[in-house]
């Protein structure tokens, strides 16, 4: 079983609309999770961080953490032409505690999101 | 200064080069992370630097060898690299290990 998984997409949604991403991760063991935004040919950017059970809202962007059914996902309110891009899921999981400790981040291998006009 | 600063963004080398990518931030994150990424596949963790130390190795072969010369700055050093090993190089850093990630732009290697 694949330690973080996404649905690849494409999800195509029209301009306005709800766009939902989902995210489902194997290790009971995640601590911090994480939604990155990647345009084609350029980096991934931070949208949003969780690392407690429910949602957590900055603008348009609504995570949602359920640790017990182990799924993360990200709502994308009215959604943007500008908003297509890749989206990527983040798990990470603590092998050592602390700030100094050792944490193993995985990926997803991301949803790509077309919204159309 | 919220940057990571990824030197050079395009290289192209054979495969009997030596040469260094370059990654430097100011945030005064103790944190720093390789990344190799393949078209339309995610980010693959290489190698995590914690307080300068080498945390986290993903068995990567010896081809690519990591320096962490101090809090702000980290190397990959290429040597002997393959056709296969031609991808975006993705350098990272967050607060501390664990902590959410800030990108460079990455540099596009091209080995032939």
């Known amino acids: 079983q694949k330690e973080v998984e996404q649905n690849s997409g494409p999800l195509s949604v029209p301009e306005g609309a709800i766009a939902s991403l989902n995210c489902t991760y194997s290790?009971?063991?995640?601590?911090?999770f994480f939604w990155y935004r990647q345009y084609s040919g350029k980096s991934p950017e931070l949208i949003m961080s969780?690392?407690?059970?429910g949602d957590k809202e900055d603008g348009r962007f609504t995570a949602q953490l359920n640790k017990a059914s182990q799924y993360v996902s990200l709502l994308i309110r009215d959604s943007q032409p500008s908003d297509s891009a890749t989206y990527l899921c983040?798990?990470?999981?603590?092998?050592?505690?602390?700030?100094?400790?050792?944490?193993?981040?995985?990926f997803g291998t991301g949803t790509r999101l077309k919204v159309l006009a | 200064d919220t940057e990571v600063t990824q030197t050079p963004k395009h290289l192209v080398m054979g495969m009997t080069n030596k040469k260094s990518l370059k990654c430097e931030q100011h945030?005064?994150?103790?944190?720093m992370y390789w990344y190799k990424q393949k078209a339309k596949k995610p980010p693959e963790l290489m190698f995590v630097?914690?307080?300068?130390?080498?945390?986290i190795n993903e068995s990567v072969p010896s081809r690519f060898s990591p320096e962490c010369p101090n809090s702000s700055l980290l190397n990959l050093h290429l040597h002997a690299l393959q056709p296969e090993d031609s991808a975006l190089y993705l350098c990272?850093?967050?607060?501390?290990?664990?902590?959410?990630?800030?990108f460079g732009s990455g540099t596009q290697l091209s080995v032939l």
């Open positions: 990272a850093s967050s607060q501390w290990a664990g902590e959410k990630l800030f």
């Open positions: 983040a798990v990470n999981i603590g092998l050592t505690q602390g700030p100094s400790g050792t944490y193993k981040y995985i």
């Open positions: 945030m005064g994150h103790r944190a």
């Open positions: 969780i690392y407690s059970n």
């Open positions: 290790d009971r063991g995640s601590q911090s």
């Open positions: 630097y914690s307080y300068e130390k080498l945390s």
